[in-house]
């Protein structure tokens, strides 16, 4: 399958407002795994690109990260591909422990395509940003709840459960798991919050 700018917006759009019929769509494409974990290489990438335009944008975002953590780009990169990679594994795995019947290549899928949105979220709310910063803010808000909607149907379609309960305690235990052991194996590499990498 093919997209052009108009075709893609309109699956984002229907990603937002119908993620549950979305998530069986693009589960049924069945994309070559080694070419989503391309993918996932590519997407941290963008959002490290994507993070330097907006601190550029936004002085108070960089003091910001300055005092939380100072990463170079490459480091930040790595962490944001863990991260990333985590969140696939943690999903599929506790969603199969808690019965749920997602594999793990169409767990990637749909991962991949999530995060495709969220890019392209972030570079409609870079855009805001050239206009006004307050508009830009008040975008991230109803962005963050979208995709929260969106991928809560994700996990539920993926795995196949009746109601959104369960999905959203994966989601919650993914998102816990993936922070928990991301920040070990930074700390193993003396990668630490206000230190250097």
């Known amino acids: 399958m093919t997209f052009d700018m ?7 759009w229907a ?7 979305m998530a069986g769509k693009v589960m049924a494409m069945r ?20 993070l ?13 990260q300055e005092e939380a953590v100072r990463l170079s780009p490459f480091a930040l990169t790595a962490v944001i591909w863990l991260s990333l990679v985590l969140l696939v594994l943690t999903t599929s795995y506790i969603g199969q422990w808690m019965g749920g019947q997602g594999d793990l290549q169409a767990t990637l899928t749909l991962m991949v395509w999530f995060h495709s949105i969220n890019l392209t979220l972030e ?14 803010a008040l975008a991230s808000l109803i962005m963050f709840g979208a995709l929260v909607w ?8 993926l795995h196949g459960f009746e109601n959104l309960v369960k999905s959203i305690v994966i989601l ?8 928990l052991i991301a920040g070990l194996i930074l700390v193993l590499f003396g990668i630490t919050p206000g230190g250097t990498a």
């Open 172 to 179: 919650a235990l993914s998102v816990f798991a993936m922070g």
């Open 6 to 12: 108009g075709s893609w917006m309109r699956a984002v």
């Open 52 to 64: 330097a335009v907006m601190q550029f944008l936004s002085p108070v975002a960089v003091a910001m």
């Open 123 to 136: 570079a409609g709310q870079l855009l805001l940003m050239l206009i006004s910063p307050y508009l830009a």
């Open 31 to 50: 994309f070559e795994p080694a070419a989503m974990w391309m993918a996932i290489a590519l997407i941290a990438v963008l959002n490290v690109l994507f």
């Open 15 to 21: 990603s937002l407002t119908e993620p549950a019929d």
């Open 150 to 157: 969106c991928i809560i149907n994700f996990i539920n379609v």
